[in-house]
Nanobody, 115 residues
Framework: QVQLVESGGGLVQPGGSLTLSCVVSGLTFRRQYEMRWYRQAPGKERELVGGITSANDHTMLEDSWKGRFTISRDYASNTLYLQMNNLKPEDTGVYFC???????WGRGTQVTVSS
């Protein structure tokens, strides 16, 4: 059974940083699997934050997060990461990891940016 488990969320002040993790089990963490991060803000639809592709681990981020967030993955630990810097209140929401090839989703981790 494939499981994606996110962690690392919490309450942080504006300008702060967090690192989210997504541990994948039940699926061989191969380079050919694209992986993505999504965010669902309160009362809004889930939206794409960015992803890491199979092509040399190329990463992409949507404009709202470029320059502040970084996506990476570690094959040894089957973990996807989202490094979040200079956080803003509008970054608040539940963050999910996703394997689009199989439409696997985690349950999400809450990030709240507030003073």
């Amino acid at each position: 059974q494939v499981q994606l488990v996110e962690s690392g969320g919490g309450l942080v002040q504006p300008g702060g940083s967090l690192t989210l993790s997504c541990v994948v089990s039940g699926l061989t963490f191969r380079r050919q699997y694209e992986m993505r991060w999504y965010r669902q803000a309160p009362g809004k639809e889930r939206e794409l934050v960015g992803g890491i592709t199979s092509a040399n681990d190329h990463t992409m981020l949507e404009d709202s997060w470029k320059g502040r967030f970084t996506i990476s993955r570690d094959y040894a630990s089957n973990t996807l990461y989202l490094q979040m810097n200079n956080l803003k209140p509008e970054d608040t929401g539940v963050y999910f990891c996703n394997v689009p090839t199989y439409n696997y989703w985690g349950r999400g981790t809450q990030v709240t940016v507030s003073s």
